[in-house]
């Protein structure tokens, strides 16, 4: 009898001897990482922490009004002349034509309201863009704009999408005379249409009311009624739903059709086309003064829609994506008005936090030493339990540094402060476990009962207490603002750990001293 | 005498938000520098930057103890941005020297402009945290309301909503009577005493739920 109880109080010793070396097993490769040679170097196989932009660094860039000139060409009257840039200075003499230098942008648009503005449309292309961590700031005097960004594969795309001044124009192709711009616009978006072959990336722009009424007259006027125009040598846009009321046009993937960002439109009228044709009048859609597409209409629309083919119809789903990216930074740029004022990018550079990967170590090691003192404390007090519990304590610890690293948290100052709270948290619950553990074990009435009643009274009393706690984190966990989520995510991570490893780790280390 | 401790509590407090609102009137929050108006040169080293000798350069022309922002530029980490709440053109072309004597190198002032920093609004600062408190308050009072209705779902509500402002209105008085600077820690701060709030509210009901009981089973 006495040799059974012997044998099972080294059995006892064996587990838990087991259970202490598991525990630093999983704390050193928490903290450390496990290393694998790889081309002649080390290399550490645990995926390392996410950091936020206040951790890691932002990419700042800085818009600044232009000062930038334009050369414009006036006449006796003092009227503008489109179409002179080509004459020389005594041809503009001969015909009495003068030469002025115009500032892109004038005094009277560099106003603190127009900066306002400014910032207020960015900030609207922004969240067009789905970037909702960013700091933005205007220099009231100077109308200088600096915003900070995540550094990531968008966000070049982003920078230049925010810098755009996203001036919408529709002139007649030969007068140049205004017919519709920006105010016309209602809203755009981005459609998709499957073809024979593949499938093809549409912007649709709404027009407001007066827009409507504006483009109804266009198409009026810009309708082609000539028969022979319609040898349209593409069958694609034919088969499109959305195309159907637009003029049959030629072929979009005529390349000088194609503008920077590869936007292209199936109703582009050619070189090619017949002379009847080159007599229509023809409408010049351009944004940014860069000349999208010049057209003319089939029929009249009233409907105050214009859909715009971007690229040609593909089944190449690289391309798709490029195609549906530069149809959705058209409709950010055109959905959210044009900017009063025509900015340049000053600055566009990665800056690396101010806190250094230094100091980030510094905090790491200062809550492991923390974490250890208050471990130590609780040994010296609870003895064995104190032991077993401590064990229990740095297993969940280890798992919840690795969980953190492979849910992709990103870890931000708010993050730093969730993980803490974590820890907080599990060390009240193991401390409370504890007394309640020495407490019941005075009461003979609850002889082998004790562990079981303690836990179980503990989970109440600790999770009624923090269920606010984890109402708040999960919510924060749906926030896109990253200090907001790391610390919701952090949370919710490390309150469900404390759930399931307590009651499955510490609960059973506890049993080898307690049953 | 519990009654009277109590006063002397909300006494304190009343005087700590009066106090506070009256600093705020006054001179504001202290934002940090990151958050001000302020002016930065950008150094273009081209060698790997040791941040701590940038930071003693910074440090000797600027002052011991004016706060300073320094950030290194790009991946290459051979440029580094210092921000101070001002930089005169001397100081700047003392820096620019000192470097330049360090690191062997030939800057010149004009490679080195000062650029003005605008500060960032406060509104702008609190807009993205605006919804997901309000949000995670307005589940957590729905929760406290259902939980504790026995004592009354709208002394609960009334209860928690108002130890949450509060206590809020208690820290940021705190930060403004202190001059703690409104910056990175603040949300912590905000958040450590949410949660000890919500904390204290819990423990409060379940405390009264629990004598309730109590008094019901002796009945």
């Not at chain 1, 202490?20 to 040679?37: D, E, M, S």
């Not at chain 1, 490029?322 to 004022?341: C, H, R």
């Not at chain 2, 509500?157 to 600077?181: E, H, N, Y």
Request: hydrophobic content about 40%; proline content about 2%; overall charge negative.
């Amino acid at each position: 009898m006495e040799e059974k109880s012997k044998v099972k109080k080294e059995g006892k010793k064996l587990q838990i001897l087991v259970c202490t070396l598991i525990a630093i097993l999983i704390a050193l490769i928490a903290i450390f990482g496990v290393y694998t040679k790889k081309q002649n170097r080390m290399e550490n196989n645990i995926k390392g922490y996410d950091y936020a932009m206040d951790l890691k660094g932002t990419r700042i860039v800085t818009l600044t009004p232009s000062t930038e000139t334009e050369t414009i060409i006036k006449d006796q009257s003092g009227n503008e002349v489109e179409d002179a840039e080509n004459l020389t200075d005594e041809e503009l003499t001969e015909k009495g034509y003068t030469k002025e230098e115009k500032s892109k942008n004038s005094e009277d648009v560099l106003t603190q309201d127009n900066y306002t503005k400014t910032k207020e449309i960015i900030e609207k292309r922004l969240k067009g863009l789905n970037v909702e961590n960013y700091i933005i700031n205007v220099n009231n005097q100077t109308g200088e704009i600096t915003i900070e960004l995540p550094e990531n594969d968008q966000t070049d795309n982003i920078v230049n999408n925010i810098a755009t001044t996203g001036k919408f124009e529709i002139v007649d192709s030969e007068t140049k005379e205004l017919l519709m711009d920006n105010n016309d616009i209602k809203s755009s978006q981005v459609m998709y249409g499957s073809t024979s072959t593949g499938t093809a990336v549409y912007l649709d722009i709404k027009f407001n009311k007066s827009g409507t009424e504006k483009f109804e007259n266009i198409t009026e006027t810009y309708v082609n009624n000539v028969s022979e125009n319609t040898n349209a040598t593409d069958t694609d846009a034919e088969n499109q739903t959305n195309t159907t009321n637009e003029a049959n046009q030629t072929d979009t993937e005529n390349e000088t059709n194609q503008t920077e960002n590869e936007t292209s439109d199936t109703n582009s009228t050619e070189e090619n086309q017949t002379s009847e044709e080159e007599t229509a009048k023809q409408i010049t859609m351009s944004i940014d003064d860069e000349e999208m597409m010049t057209t003319y209409f089939e029929e009249v629309i009233k409907n105050g829609d214009m859909p715009l083919t971007i690229g040609s119809a593909t089944k190449d789903q690289k391309t798709l994506n490029e195609y549906i990216q530069n149809a959705s930074n058209i409709a950010v740029v055109l959905d959210n008005g044009k900017l009063p004022i025509e900015y340049n990018v000053t600055r566009n550079e990665y800056v690396l936090s101010d806190i250094t990967r230094d100091e980030l170590q510094y905090v790491k090691y200062g809550i492991i030493i923390a974490v250890a003192i208050c471990l130590l404390i609780l040994i010296f007090k609870y003895k064995t339990n104190g032991f077993l519990a401590s064990l229990g304590y740095i297993i969940l610890s280890a798992i919840y540094a690795l969980i953190i690293r492979y849910t992709n948290v990103m870890i931000s100052i708010e993050g730093i402060f969730g993980i803490a709270l974590t820890l907080i948290i599990n060390y009240i619950f193991i401390y409370k476990l504890l007394a309640k553990i020495k407490e019941y074990n005075k009461d003979e009435k609850l002889k082998g009962t004790v562990l079981k009643k303690a836990i179980k009274e503990n989970y109440k009393e600790i999770f009624l207490k923090i269920i606010p706690i984890c109402i708040m984190s999960i919510v924060f966990c749906f926030v896109s603002w990253v200090p907001i989520s790391s610390f919701g995510m952090t949370t919710f991570w490390g309150i469900l750990l404390i759930a399931i490893i307590n009651i499955l780790v510490t609960n059973n280390l506890l049993k080898l001293k307690n049953k | 005498m519990k009654s009277k401790k109590k006063l002397i509590i909300y006494i304190l407090i009343v005087a700590i938000i009066i106090a506070g609102i009256a600093v705020t009137i006054i001179s504001g929050f202290n934002f940090d520098l990151k958050y001000q108006d302020a002016k930065r040169i950008e150094l273009g080293i081209g060698k790997q930057v040791n941040e701590d000798e940038i930071r003693q350069i910074a440090k000797e022309v600027l002052g011991e103890n004016t706060p300073i922002v320094l950030q290194k530029i790009e991946v290459f980490e051979d440029a580094v941005s210092i921000m101070a709440k001002d930089i005169t053109e001397e100081q700047r072309d003392n820096i620019v020297s000192k470097v330049n004597e360090k690191y062997g190198i030939e800057l010149t002032t004009d490679d080195v402009p000062i650029i003005t920093v605008a500060h960032t609004r406060g509104r702008d600062i609190i807009k993205p945290y605006v919804i997901p408190f309000s949000t995670a308050t307005l589940i957590i009072l729905v929760y406290m309301m259902i939980r504790y209705y026995k004592q009354g779902s709208l002394k609960v509500l009334a209860k928690t909503l108002g130890f949450v402002v509060l206590m809020q209105a208690v820290l940021f008085s705190i930060m403004a009577i202190t001059r703690i600077p409104i910056g990175r820690l603040t949300i912590p701060l905000v958040l450590t005493v949410y949660i000890l709030t919500l904390i204290g509210c819990t423990s409060h009901f379940e405390k009264s739920l629990k004598n309730a009981e109590v008094v019901k089973n002796e009945e």
